[in-house]
């Protein structure tokens, strides 16, 4: 069950409705509904699959479209790779080199000791939250124009968010020695390989995964 940035998870697309979303993956475990803010009136849904690890929001805002896929566990590789319970400099350190853009650390703590911290990656639409310096959830959305403000729904399952290698500034960064540039490139290639063989695994196996109502 992959993540796609811009995308969704598996075949679950940012954008769908309530009904589509059971209609895949089955009933929830349970449904929350409520405001961010009380009286605000910005409410929003949120399904629970804790046997899963992952919940789904439907924002009020997107007309109660599926805008935001929370994954708490395992399972859910990104870019060909499981990062739960990874540290927080590993995690950086992987997406800067995949995406070229740099998570930036998110001053958004929720306990005093500072034990839940994030990194936000506009690029991929993903939160990376960790606790106690490695990663529990990963909270994915859709990508926006570059306004800020335009909302890009996906066109379907197979189109995926496109990111760019900056290969300067990551040699810059994080590259310190020759065999530091030879290993990231050999990585890099693996990486392509894998993806693109991801891409065809993905191509055979949808109509299976359609009809078990999974991902």
């Known amino acids: 069950m992959r993540i796609h940035p811009g995308v969704g998870v598996g075949v679950v697309e940012y954008g ?3 009904k589509e979303l059971i209609s895949i993956i089955g009933d929830p475990d349970k449904i929350d509904e409520e405001e961010y803010v009380q009286g605000s009136g910005d409410w929003h849904r949120v399904l629970w699959y804790w046997s899963r690890n992952i919940h789904f929001t439907f924002d009020k805002d997107d007309d109660y479209r599926l805008g935001t896929i929370t994954v708490v566990g395992s399972d859910y590789p990104l870019m060909e790779k499981e990062l739960f319970n990874l540290p927080q400099e590993t995690v950086r350190h992987f997406v800067a080199i995949v995406t070229g853009e740099i998570p930036k650390r998110e001053d958004w703590m929720w306990s005093e000791e500072g034990t839940h ?3 936000e990656h506009n690029g991929l639409g993903i939160l990376f939250w960790f606790d106690n310096g490695n990663l529990s959830e990963m909270q994915c959305s859709y990508l926006f124009e570059p306004d800020n403000e335009t909302v890009i729904w996906p066109q379907g399952h197979k189109k995926k968010a496109k990111w760019r290698m900056n290969t300067h500034l990551l040699l810059a960064l994080y590259l310190r020695s020759a065999n530091e540039i030879f ?3 050999a990585n890099y290639s693996c990486y392509c390989r894998l993806r693109n063989g991801g ?3 993905d191509s055979s196996s949808s109509s299976k ?4 109502r999974g991902f």
């Open 183 to 185: 290993d990231f490139f």
């Open 16 to 18: 769908i409705t309530e």
């Open 209 to 212: 995964n359609r009809s078990n």
């Open 117 to 119: 911290t994030c990194l």
């Open 199 to 201: 891409a065809q695994a």
